[in-house]
């Protein structure tokens, strides 16, 4: 599964914002017809967006497009319009049930096949932001083998919710950590929500840190200036690298040996923490740090 560190939205009916994405080497672009775009530019968008992904080099960065949500009407031309270009994955925002995949996949299986390309090679990213799509969590992951990455909206499940937004988030502790949970029991990644607040940097830092420790894979951006801090956050230092590196080296020598726990800078090292030095090293070689 590629690295999806930084997951930038671009308006789909921009060309000019669309050309400059292209050279920000942020991991995934995602050209959306949904909540960036207008009602009246929707098919401005969705022509933009096939002659960019016809005509534009990406460089390393995914190419993604963002549909509307299922029901809203515009969902069926968004991706009768863009898939012929081939994105390599297709984002679904308000993901409520595992009907909202399969009807996804089933489109996405029908183009591969009339198009002669390998099966399953367009991925899926499926936005959970109300509270019917945290509730069905379980049914949403285990409904394609297409899906990558559960993606959290933070914005949308407030307003769904009747909760206020708060600088700290608690009133989003519950769904976010159930994003995490979800993802991981069933392989996927979770990205994290948008920081809105674009020009405050400290802040971007603190919540990309905070996504990172809870064990996200990445987070979504809404701006170019918040690429480099995301990346960050999501790539182990070099420290973390060195010493996991440490811990892996000394477990084998000591399993070698017939010893399972062990001591190591004056801290117990067992399985788990064995197995959080691999993620770790994981998370590097994605990175292209080792």
């Known amino acids: 599964m590629r690295v999806r560190r930084a997951l930038l939205y671009i308006p789909g009916d921009s ?32 022509a933009t967006i096939a002659w960019a992904l016809e005509n534009l ?30 994105p390599d994955g297709v984002v679904l925002p308000k993901v409520e049930s595992a009907e909202a995949i399969g009807w996804l996949d089933v489109q996405l299986t029908q183009a591969e096949q009339s198009h002669g390309w390998p099966p399953g090679g367009i991925r899926m990213i499926a936005i959970i932001e109300t509270a019917r799509g945290i509730v069905n969590l379980e049914e949403i992951a285990a409904a394609s083998q297409r899906l990558d990455a559960l993606a959290f909206g933070a914005e949308d499940l407030a307003g769904d919710i009747g909760a206020v937004r708060t600088a700290q988030g608690s009133e989003l502790c519950y769904a976010r950590s159930a994003v995490v949970i979800h993802a991981a029991a069933f392989r996927l990644q979770a990205i994290d929500m948008v920081y809105v607040r674009y020009k405050d940097t400290t802040g971007l830092v603190r919540e990309a840190q905070e996504a990172a420790d809870l064990g996200f894979a990445g987070k979504q951006a809404i701006h170019p200036d918040q690429i480099p801090a995301i990346h960050a956050a999501f790539t182990p230092s070099e420290d973390a690298i060195a010493y996991a ?5 000394a477990n ?37 740090r080792l």
Do not use: W
């Open 252 to 288: 084998r020598a000591y399993q070698s040996a017939g010893m399972g726990a062990f001591e190591l800078d004056g801290k117990m090292v067992d399985l788990p923490v064995v197995k959080a030095a691999e993620q770790v090293l994981a998370k590097a070689r994605a990175a292209g």
């Open 57 to 86: 080099r990406f460089g390393r960065s995914e190419r993604l497009v963002r549909l509307n949500p299922l029901g809203s009407g515009f969902e069926a031309e968004d991706f009768a319009q863009t898939v012929n270009a081939r």
């Open 245 to 249: 590196q440490r811990v892996v080296e």
């Open 15 to 46: 060309q000019r914002k669309i050309h400059k994405a292209t050279t920000l080497g942020a991991d995934s672009i995602c050209l959306d017809m949904d909540d960036g775009v207008a009602v009246n530019q929707k098919q401005a968008a969705r």
